[in-house]
């Protein structure tokens, strides 16, 4: 449900302009002109307490002042004065305010002013709601503003300056600077974003992240809709982060919490503008994948750059579609001699019949069921000889076809933009560069196939039960609780003198491992406080005397596990979206490899089998030169349970480490582990 008062914000109908001017070139002069020409404004109110007129109309002396409660107020004025008019602005019963400047040195107290008012900024550029006729800016943009299909939500003022006077086709629904967020949150414009009809894709460019619960659920909105979401993050996503103790949270790093939420939510993840800008509009111009079956198919007039689109997307990850055998013989009959009917595909040989052969080629291509996508791949130059091959082609094949239909460009700064925007105008993406397009084109294919979430179901007897362990200081076996949420574990014996570790060694079978139990030793290895393939009495005598004088009496005594592929599990409390799932390659190295994976938990099975098969560790689980395969499915399923004690259990943690995990032909098990409350 969209907050009344940000709704009234963002759907302005009367405005209060305070710090109005006619002064050519002052802020308070952008900011009249542009209320003034926003349409959708049918009460427009000056404020200015030193002016009687203002362009002309008259100006009153304060806020205050105003007749009437206004849907928005524009905060044209200097940071010390910011509080008092946000306190006048929430107590008349306004809707909303943008707040400009950066409000230094007041920000609390503007947010605890505000009291239920909508704020957008501080430190912001403004909103635009062309669909609205609303265009709460500060600055001059061009006129008019065409409503689209896009949403953009950024914390950068210059990236939204930037989007909205692109030469793209990148019209938009709503268009934020959010600045700061001291009030408003990035999250409730995206989910008012989400409410409207037009809205087709939401773009956002982040800092940071302000309220996870909020932006979770309009995340979950979207992927409900099937509303693509493209983000570029910047900078750091988390703060304070406590990388001591267990490694789970040196492992996670800073970046974790954006790895985490876009890959839960199916959010398309970018690098930069360019991606950003050809991925939106990829999902704004052009169709949509409707099934996903085997991939892209490019055509080219270079051998040169078939190969370089080849080898861009091989890096990328973005496959090409295996072309089935009637596609390749049709193929066969049209291209000059001397070319193969492959996938990319260069049509260009002696230029004979150039158009012919390029226009049958692309609907061959369209026709075969294996190809999702059709992409011409040229630079799309301006052409001096008045040649149309390209254009012409184009037209036929979105006429033939209801599969996407895009222009990939190598280069941007050769390609004809008269002619790109005609062919956007129809409705034909043209990507301006080799990997932000091609990357654009792997989010399309991606989003045909959504992430499925796991459905969160909590054992409500377990969590208390645990929850009251942690709780109360006593301590906790970190492999007893791994074991109580379905992970097989070693089996062991906890002892304090010598002959108490004789006999358990004896009942578990040797060979053993003796592990010092001092409570205050995180990290065993670390002070040598292990011992390892024990395989008599006198063996496990003296590995014990000698761990008892350096570490105290309590030891731990372990059946050895054969060994295998290590692995580490855990649990990392992240500060902005809270628990983390997080699955690396494990051992001695865990954080020297810095291989990992991280979720929000829960993970289905088939989530979990995933994030095993995104680290470089999955390949030694099929068998390492001839070595029998190891139990990946013991260690999808010890993945899945670790995930649901984060969700039981995670707000409990700082962290929880499962290392190692040893995963051998047999199952997998956990040998060590580390709680931190």
Known sequence: MVDARLRRMLEARSVAVVGASDRPDSFGWRLTTEALRSPGYERVHLVNPTRPTVADRPCLPSLAAVPEPVDLVLLGVPDHALVDQVRTASARGDGGAVVFGPANGVRDALAEAADGLAICGGGCMGFVHPGAGVRAIGYLERDPLTPGPVALVTHSGSVFSAMLRTHRRLDYSLAVSSGQELVTEASRYVDYALSLPETRVVGLVLETLRDAEGMRAALATAADHDVPVVALTVGTSTRGQDLVGAHSGALAGSDAAWEALFAAYGVHRVDDLGELTDSLELFAVGRRVRGRHGGIATVHDSGAERVLVADVAERLGVPFAPLTTPTVEKLGRLLEPGLAATNPLDVWG???????????????????????????????????????????????????????????????????????????????????????????????????????????????????????????GAPVDPLALAADYGVDVVSSRVVTDVDGAVAAAGELGYPVVLKTGAAEVLHKVDVDGVRLDLRDEDAVAAAYADLAARLGEVVEVQRQVPAGVEVALGVHQDPLVGPLLVVASGGTLVELLRQRAVALPPVSHDEAGALVVSLPLSALLDGHRGGPPLARDALTRAVVGVAQLALELGDHLTGLDLNPLVVGPDGAIAVDGLVVR
């Not at 609907?363 to 052409?383: R, T």
């Not at 209801?402 to 925007?421: H, Y």
Request: with cysteine; hydrophobic share 45%; aromatic share 2%.
């Open 350 to 472: 002696t230029g004979s019949g150039a158009e012919s052969i390029l226009t049958g080629c692309l609907l061959a291509l369209a026709d075969d069921e294996q190809v999702d996508v059709v992409a011409l791949a040229v630079d799309l130059v301006e052409e001096y000889d008045g040649d149309e091959a390209f254009p012409r082609a184009l037209h036929r094949l979105a006429g033939h076809t209801g599969k996407p239909v895009v222009v990939l460009s190598n280069l941007s700064a050769a390609i004809d933009q008269e002619l790109a925007a005609d062919l956007r105008s129809r409705g034909i993406p043209v990507l301006e560069g080799t990997r932000s397009g091609l990357r654009a084109l792997g989010h399309l294919l991606d989003q045909a196939a959504p992430p499925v979430r796991a459905d969160p179901q909590v054992d409500e007897d377990r969590q208390a039960r645990w929850a009251r362990r942690l709780a109360s």
